[in-house]
């Protein structure tokens, strides 16, 4: 598995040997949600950085999950359709949300690494 990055929104992408970037949230944005209920999953097609590509509702809340990069949405996982809980159950694994073909594969490394990441959460947490 290659390396995650973050967006500052606490979501996580991950560069597959396919060239495609599968993208989910953090277990920081899982647990603000609580238990998730429901997600709507986008429509394949291309997307600018910061549309709106994906909803979920909580129990808590309601969240949009915006595209990190612009690209083209390839793949969406079905599997929460039925099962939204698997955000819960495994937000960096099983609960992933999307794939697609980054416009720039170069602008996934600008994005924050895991101790960039990590000191987000500390000056979260601070504030």
Do not use: C
């Amino acid at each position: 598995m290659s390396e995650l990055r973050f967006t500052v929104d606490h979501e996580w992408l991950r560069q597959d040997d396919d060239g495609l970037v599968t993208v989910g949230i953090t277990p920081y944005a899982q647990d603000a949600l609580g238990d998730v209920v429901y997600v709507q999953l986008p429509e394949p097609g291309t997307y600018a950085p910061g549309d709106e590509v994906a909803v979920l509702e909580s129990v808590k809340a309601a969240s949009n999950i915006l595209m990190p990069l612009a690209g083209e949405v390839i793949e969406v996982n079905a599997e929460l359709i039925g099962r939204p809980e698997l955000v819960n159950a495994s937000s960096l694994d099983a609960g992933w949300f999307f794939r697609f073909r980054p416009d720039d594969a170069a602008a996934l490394a600008a994005l924050l690494d895991q101790n960039a990441y990590d000191r987000l959460l500390r000056a979260t947490a601070d504030a």
